[in-house]
């Protein structure tokens, strides 16, 4: 059996069993696609140190990092349910989708997160390229032009005054009639000058001139018009994702299906451990899942000792 398991090959899971392995305890990682989200990431420019780099490239970097230890990489492999350890200093079970089964002393888990996609016309040609999820991430391409943010709840009006200080000006497109964000949140929004909100829009696609973004339509459900904004970016902001439904009951999650931790990065179970974006750690970012990735596998380890 592996002392440490560590599901998941983005920056949460590579940074969790480096540190594993770096305690000399029997390490592997079982991931679908190694370097996760980063895969998916055109220029990175808040990883600290590293004033510039592309998404491919980390991705690469971690799986190298990760290759210079001792550590059964396991690429490619689905994990399809989780039965953590009968009783204390027990095996937990870690099930993939090609029916093997992995034995493990400690599980960490760093599946990660997906955001949620508006599914219209022009969002996947135009990612990377205007369409953007994550304001922390992309919001300093857009300073001084005009975005959209599509999305009424807490993030999306987070991301709306957040951008606000940023773009030229910012449309809030929500679906429904009516915001769901906070009311103080949404206080916030209206007394800025240089946002419109825009309630009972239907976002139906993306426009570009085959290069970049150029405008978006929208339907408004109340007088059934149809409507161009002009602007350079899309901030779709209609909720994360975490990879977490095929643990079914075998850890606690939250209402939004985020695995929930304490500090440090323990489960609801013992000996399982969680890390990233796909846990209630506020804040999904690079450096942060990197964090604590360190801390759930510092964790596990320590669980080990005491065992
Ligand atoms: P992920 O990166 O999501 O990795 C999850 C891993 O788990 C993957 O290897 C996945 O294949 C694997 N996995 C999932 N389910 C299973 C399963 N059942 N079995 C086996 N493996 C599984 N953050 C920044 O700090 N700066 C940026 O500039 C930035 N830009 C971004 C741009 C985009 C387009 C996106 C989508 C995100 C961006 N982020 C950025 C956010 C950042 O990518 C995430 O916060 C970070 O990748 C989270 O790391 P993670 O390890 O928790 O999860």
Known sequence: PFDVLVVGGGPAGA?????AARKGVRTGIVAERFGGQVQDTAGIENFISVPHTEGPHMAAALERHVAEYSVDVMNGQIASALVPAAEAGGLAEL???NG???????IILAPGARWRRI??????EYMTKGVAYCPHCDGPLFKGKRVAVIGGGNSGVEAAIDLAGLASHVTLLEFDAKL???GILQEKLRSLPNVTILVSAQTTEILGDGAKVTGL??????????RTVELEGVFVQIGLLPNTEWLNGAVTLSPYKEIEIDRRCHTSAPGVFAAGDATTVPYKQIVIA???GATAALSAFDHLVRM
Do not use: H
Request: avoid cysteine.
């Open 119 to 124: 599914n219209v016309p022009g969002e996947t």
């Open 100 to 106: 093997a089964t992995l034995k493990s002393k400690t």
């Open 15 to 19: 940074a969790a069993a480096i540190y």
């Open 95 to 97: 099930k993939l989708a």
């Open 180 to 182: 769901r964000a906070d």
């Open 290 to 292: 990197m964090g604590e």
């Open 217 to 226: 339509v929208y339907r408004d459900r109340e007088s059934e018009a149809t």
